[in-house]
Every structure is written in C-alpha cells, then in structure tokens.
C-alpha cells in the first residue's frame, strides 16, 4: 500500500495493483497487473513507482501509466521479490527484499542504465541466398550496413534484410517494426522478428524503414532506413519507351503512307474501271471503223495521198484498237474472269519464234534482235496465250523506249527449280523514282512522257496480273539512261496448277479407267486456230473473235502446224494465200493426219480466187468464205459448225447400240471409231484393259487420242471406253441369254453394283428393267 502526494492510494495484491482516489471515492484497477502478485510498492524521488511483484520489478509513470519492467538481464539477482520486503533510504536509494537477497539501487541509475539500443543491418538475401559485396551479380558494393541504397534488377525482386539490435545486453525486450514505403501501408506489427522479406516487387524506388522499440517502452529507440530500386526489365526501360514511342511515329507514318497508296491505286483503278466501261463501249464501233478501211487498202486504184491517209487512220486505229484491247485484258486479269488454259510448250523454240515476230517492228528502228537461249530443251508448263501477251508488253515496250540502232536482248534461263526469261535493252531506262509505281497503278516515268511515244501506262500492270495469275515472278533492273532489264520467273513443272486449268495433264495422267476426272472445264473458251499472214486481217479477226474464242494466231501453215502439236484447237480458220504453206495445202495435211484430221477447217479467200474454193473442198475444208466478207456471216459459220459438232459428240453419247453408228464428215474419222470400238470389244471382258494398251492399239499418242476422242464424242478416253463397254452390255442384254451379273463380267465391270449405276446413268433404267423390257417386246 502506498499514498502518493496526488491523495491516490496504490493497493497491491496478489490479483494486481488497484489506486484508491481518496477525493474522488474511486477504485480503479490498474491494467496490466492482473498476472501479477504486488510484493511492495514505492515512489522514487521523481514520483515514479516501483512496483516489487514474483515476476520482476516494475517501474510505472502513475500520470501517463507508462512502465518498464527490470529483470535478471537488467543485473537483478532475481525476478521474485519478498511480500513486504522494501524500503526506500534516506540517499534515495530504494531497497528491495528477494529470496535471494535484498538490491539497492539508485532510481537515477537504473533510468540511464536503460541505454539506447543500436540497429544494424545485418545481413541481405535474394531469393533466400545471402548475398554479400564482391561476389558474382551482387548488387552490394559494401556491407548491406554500410549501404545507403541498393540497386535490384527486374528479377532481383525477391530479397529479406536482416537486422539486430547491438549496443545493449538485454536483447530480448527489443522489439522491431518495418515498413517499405512505396509498398507497405502500415508499419508491420511490432515483434521480435528481425527480418523483412519481400517478394515480387513491381519495378520502382522503395525505401525500408525499420525501427526498434523497448518492450515496456512503446516510444521508438531507433529508426533506420534504407533505399531500395527495383529496376524495370529493359523492355519497360526508359530507352525502350523512347524506342516504342520512335516505333510508334514510324508505324503511323508507315501507315499513312500505305494509305495515301492505297488511295492513289484506287483512285487510278476507278479511273480505270471508266476507261474500261467506255472501251467496252467503243470497241464495236472501231472494229466497224478498221474493218472497211482494212478492205479499203486492198484496192488498187488509190492515189498516193489518199493512201497516206488511209495508212495514217489505220495506224491510229490500230493504237485504240491496242489500247482497248489493253483495257479490257486488264479488267478480266485484275478481276481474276481469265481462265488458265496450261500446256506444256518448249522454252527455247516459243522464245525464238515470239523474238523473230518483233523483228519487222525492230528492224524499223534499225534495233538488233539478239536471242540467247539456255541450250538444252526446256519443257515450260504455261498458258501460252497470256505469255504472248506478257513477251508482247514487253517486247513492245523495249523497242518502244529504245533508240534507233540500239539493240535488245531476249534470254531464256532454266534452273532445277524454275524458268524464265529476260527482255533487255539500253533504251531510256525508267528513273529509281518511278521503278517501284510501274507494277502498282498505271504509270508512265517522266523520261517516257517526255519522248514522242505514246502509252497508257497499262501495259506492265496488265503484264503484272498475268504473271501473278501464272504464279510467276518478275523483277526490274533499270538506270536511267543506260537501259532496262524484265527478267520473269516461273515454277517449274505444273503442280502448282489447279487440274482444271490444265489441257493436256488430264490425259498424261490418268492411267486407269475408271477414274472421272478427266472432264476440261466447260467455262474454257473454244480454242480457234487462226491462220493469216495479213497482220490487220489477222488483228482484226481477232478482235471481232476473242469474246467467243481463245484465238491462237499462226503466220502461215507452217506455224500452224506446229500449233497444232502443242495445241488443240476445236476449229481452224485459215486464209488460203500465205507464205511457206498455203491453207489448202494446210488443210490437206490436216485431213490426211489422224490426229488432225476431226478439226474442222474454215478456208478464207478471195472472191477472185474461185479455183482456190473448189481445192479447199478437194483438200476436205469444212466451210469456205469470201473476202470481202461479214463478220456476222463468219461468225454464224462458226458457230455452227462448232454446234454440228456438238450434236455428233451427243448422238454418240445418247446411242444404245441399237441404232446406225454416227457417221463424221471425214472418213478417216469413221475408221477411228470403228478401229476404237473393235480395240475396247476385244478387251471386253479384261477389267484390267488401260489406255496405254488402247492407245498403243490405235497407233496414236495419248494425248493425240485424248484430243481426237474430246473432239469427236465429248468424253475422255476413260469415259469413252465405259460407254462402249455399257452399249456392248445393253446389246448382250437385248440377246436374253445370260443374266445381269454375266453381263457385267462379260463386258470388264468386275463390281455388279457400279455396272447398274453406271448402266442406269448411261440408260435411264437399270440392267435389270432393261432387259425385262426386251421379254416383253418380244413377248
Ligand atoms: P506504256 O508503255 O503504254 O506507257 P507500260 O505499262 O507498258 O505502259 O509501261 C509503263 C511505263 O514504264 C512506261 O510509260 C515507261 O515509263 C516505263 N517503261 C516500261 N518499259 C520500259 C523500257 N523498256 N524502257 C524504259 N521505260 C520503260
């Protein structure tokens, strides 16, 4: 029990201490004791308490209730203390009873013998590995004590610091709490703990504080802080925003510039699309233009200056007739409406014959014409047709933009892997500026403009879409001034084909007959051979021709001999007077060939060329007609020539066997299919029967069977010896003697099933009901 100066009386009892306030009447237990037995109580001459308990000495400001309790570390010989065992002497010292004896102490004394406490970094670890300065990828260049600021990089951001308290001999009542500013919220919860630990930290600048407090004292002893950075992975460095932020304007710009490309090419193919409507337009009337003027100047009685003139219209009209045609090229190119007609031709000889066309036009200029070829035989798969117009844009042009006496160079080149060929000359060349607008949108570079020729700028565009449609490449060398080089490159082989853009391939390759891909796409144009030495008759008829045809042209019968062997044309339209082979002499050649002679030929002559007439019929000519003639009638000529054809090809498809065998116009035609016929009747019932074995029967190439067979009666060869083998079937079931399934065997269909289909497609009913049929009728 003790009476402070205040009027408080402080009790203490084995439950805790309580304060007695005399004036207020009031007992108030003090918190904090109730674990404790109170042994004594004394104030100290600073009016501190002190408190004597069995678990230690306990000294408590009675204003602020603040306390801090002594010990054995604090030098005490014991924690325990003597019920009623105190005393306070007349120097001020107190004196306190123990079990083991009494202490006296100075209050002074033992208020600054509680001595300050010291922090120190201890220790730093990553990802729980010490790390200390000097070692390999430390980021320490002192002791973790001695650092004001340690660096991290990105994936340095898992790390602890580790800390004591030094300077002071009773560790044990120290407490620690830290806080990274940057990170944590609030200070961590005081404890004895000494280590903070953080993960994952996000790139920045955080400072770790940490501060030691005294158990008994919650003021804080000390304070120390220490600076950390985490720095960001390069990709978020400041370098690299400046990178992103360059890669951005460069982007933008980029885009921009596509854009107004973009734009520039839509509005030149807008641009194009009016010229193309109004040369849609307009070709009518000019073919109407040329046509009279072209009979025009084959008069005699003309004077020179109205020969001039004539020659002078012709020529422009020739140019708009050109530059339509470029047009309308380009338009069915770009919309991708051209259809690919893929024959195998051989590089070096269609090079050569393409080069030696160009040298009247050259020889104008005095320009020499050089071929150089790869020398060995190159087999290009290609669609000759587009690659004509593609060597004529360039070629045209080469000479165009050459000066007179210069010389261009045609090379051909073949590697394992592809073929092509370039145009070269040391024309005007196309300026740096211009090279990379030719292929994009119609274009014409300044150098060209300014010379007296004239151009649309369409033909490389047009050029550009068929090589691309071919799969192709093609690339430009050119210095202004000095020349130009067109190098083209295309795959080898025709794999890259679609089957249906190819002619001949469907025949090379199928080797059993059974298989059903042999059909040639019926959207492809009929193929006319045209055969003129006349350079504007043949334009002309060109011209009035192609929207119906694929024109494949010829100078002479020579040519179109050889056109005949790479291609295969439903119709020959030939002029009979020509250089080298006249069109009867043609025509007879043709009719005497096997493999020609089904192609039907339509002679062209003049009205004072009668006798010509009558040897055309003697060399087997389908048709005849007159110069000067019409168009219309031409056409209509054609056409129906072309449909007769047609309604061979049916009748042989739709015959049962039953009726009279289709008879063709040519003899040599009938022995064909006669020969044919008796080759598949006796293989009849060989299932394992091929067309190679037909083929070698008949004497004939594949592809030549293949042409002659399509010509005749539509099918393929596959197709052709089905429906032979189906009408032998139908004929043995009309005979009553053996039963569908024998019929089958008998006529090389091993599988009965597909024999009725295919009996059914063929004959609307099947083998069965066919035959029933007969028992009746005969019934
Ligand atoms: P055109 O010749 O009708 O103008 P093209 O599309 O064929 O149209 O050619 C486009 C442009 O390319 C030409 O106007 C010319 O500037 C340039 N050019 C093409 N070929 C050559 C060449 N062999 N020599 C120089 N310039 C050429």
Not at 3 to 24: P, Q
Not at 95 to 101: H, L, R
Not at 739 to 758: I, N, Q, R
Request: glycine residues 6%; aromatic residues 10%.
């Amino acid at each position: 029990m003790y009476l402070d100066h205040n009027g408080k009386l402080w009790l203490g009892t084995e439950g805790g201490l309580s304060c007695y306030d005399i004036l207020a009447n009031r007992i108030v237990n003090i918190k904090g004791f109730e674990n404790y037995t109170i042994c004594g109580i004394l104030a100290d001459r600073f009016s501190q308490l002190w408190i004597s308990t069995h678990m230690g000495l306990i000294r408590m400001n009675p204003q602020t209730g603040q306390t801090y309790k002594f010990g054995i570390a604090d030098g005490f010989l014991s924690e325990d203390f003597n019920t009623g065992a105190y005393t306070r002497r007349a120097n001020g010292n107190l004196v306190f009873g123990s079990p083991v004896g009494a202490v006296e102490f100075s209050p002074e004394t033992a208020i600054t013998k509680v001595t300050q406490p010291k922090l120190y970094f201890d220790q730093f670890s990553l990802f729980n590995q010490i790390v200390y300065p000097g070692i390999k990828g430390t980021p320490l260049q002192n002791t973790i004590d001695e650092t004001e600021q340690v660096v991290l990089k990105h994936d340095q951001n898992t790390f602890s610091v580790s800390f004591v308290n030094i300077n002071f001999s009773n560790p044990d009542k120290w407490m620690f709490s830290w806080k990274l500013e940057g990170f944590d919220r609030e200070w961590s919860l005081p404890s004895s703990l000494s280590v903070a630990s953080y993960s994952n930290l996000e790139p920045g600048s955080y400072n770790l504080q940490v501060r030691v407090f005294n158990e008994n004292d919650s003021s804080v002893s000390e304070m120390r802080s220490i600076g950390i950075i985490v720095q960001p992975p390069f990709w978020s460095s400041i370098y690299a925003y400046v990178f992103y932020a360059l890669l951005s304007l460069w982007v933008v710009y980029m885009l921009y510039r596509y854009f107004t490309n973009r734009m520039a090419e839509r509005s030149s193919r807008e641009r194009t699309r009016f010229f193309i409507d109004t040369a849609h337009n307009i070709r009518t009337p000019i073919t109407l233009i040329k046509a009279p003027l072209n009979e025009l100047e084959q008069e005699q009685d003309l004077t020179p200056q109205g020969r001039h003139f004539l020659d002078l219209a012709l020529r422009n009209v020739e140019k708009l007739n050109s530059l339509i045609n470029q047009l309308i090229d380009l338009q069915r190119a770009e919309s991708n409406a051209l259809k690919l007609t893929i024959t195998q031709c051989e590089l070096d000889r269609w090079l050569r014959r393409k080069t030696e066309n160009f040298k009247p036009l050259a020889d104008q200029k005095n320009i020499v014409l050089s071929f150089e070829e790869t020398g060995r035989r190159v087999e290009a798969w290609f669609d000759t047709a587009k690659m004509d117009t593609i060597f004529d844009n360039l070629m045209s042009n080469a000479i165009k933009y050459s000066p007179n006496g210069s010389t261009i160079q045609v090379i051909s080149h073949a590697d394992e892997t592809s073929w092509g060929f370039t145009v070269a000359d040391n024309g005007i060349g196309i300026p740096v500026k211009a090279q990379k607008h030719l292929f994009k949108r119609y274009y014409r570079a300044d150098n060209a403009v300014n010379t007296s020729e004239t151009g649309s700028g369409l033909g490389l565009l047009i050029t550009r879409s068929l090589v691309s449609l071919m799969q192709g490449k093609i690339s430009l060398k050119s210095e202004e001034g000095k020349g130009s080089a067109f190098t083209l490159r295309f795959k080898n082989g025709n794999g890259h084909f679609l089957p249906e853009d190819m002619v001949d391939e469907k025949v090379n390759d199928s080797d059993g007959i059974d298989s059903d891909n042999e059909e040639i796409a019926t959207d492809v144009l009929p193929v006319l051979l045209l055969v003129e030495d006349n350079v504007e008759m043949c334009e002309y008829l060109s011209a009035s021709l192609s929207s119906q045809y694929h024109i494949l042209v010829a100078h002479n019968g020579v040519e179109a001999m050889e056109l005949l062997g790479e291609h295969s044309p439903q119709i020959v339209l030939s002029d009979i007077m020509m250089p080298l082979m006249r069109g009867d002499e043609l025509c007879k050649r043709m009719k005497s060939d096997m493999s020609y002679c089904h192609i039907p030929v339509i002679l062209i002559t003049a009205l004072d060329e009668k006798s010509n007439i009558i040897a055309g019929y003697e060399a087997g000519a389908e048709d005849y007609i007159l110069k000067p003639f019409d168009i219309g009638i031409l056409k209509v000529k054609i056409e129906s020539i072309l449909k007769n054809r047609f309604h061979l090809q049916e009748a042989f498809a739709a015959s049962t066997g039953e009726e009279e065998m289709v008879k063709y116009a040519n003899n040599m035609d009938n022995e064909f299919m006669q020969k044919s016929e008796q080759i598949i009747e006796r293989y009849l019932s060989d299932a394992m029967f091929s067309i190679n074995v037909f083929c070698s029967e008949l004497g004939m190439s594949r592809t030549s069977v293949y042409n002659k067979l399509k010509a005749l009666t539509g099918l393929s060869p596959n197709d052709f010896i089905k429906i032979i083998r189906l009408k032998k079937a139908a004929a043995l079931l009309r005979e009553q003697r053996y039963y569908v399934s024998e019929v089958a065997y008998l006529t090389g269909f091993p599988d009965v099933k597909y024999f009725s289909v295919a009996f059914k497609k063929q004959f609307g009913v099947t083998p069965k009901k066919y035959s029933s049929v007969y028992v009746k009728d005969e019934n």
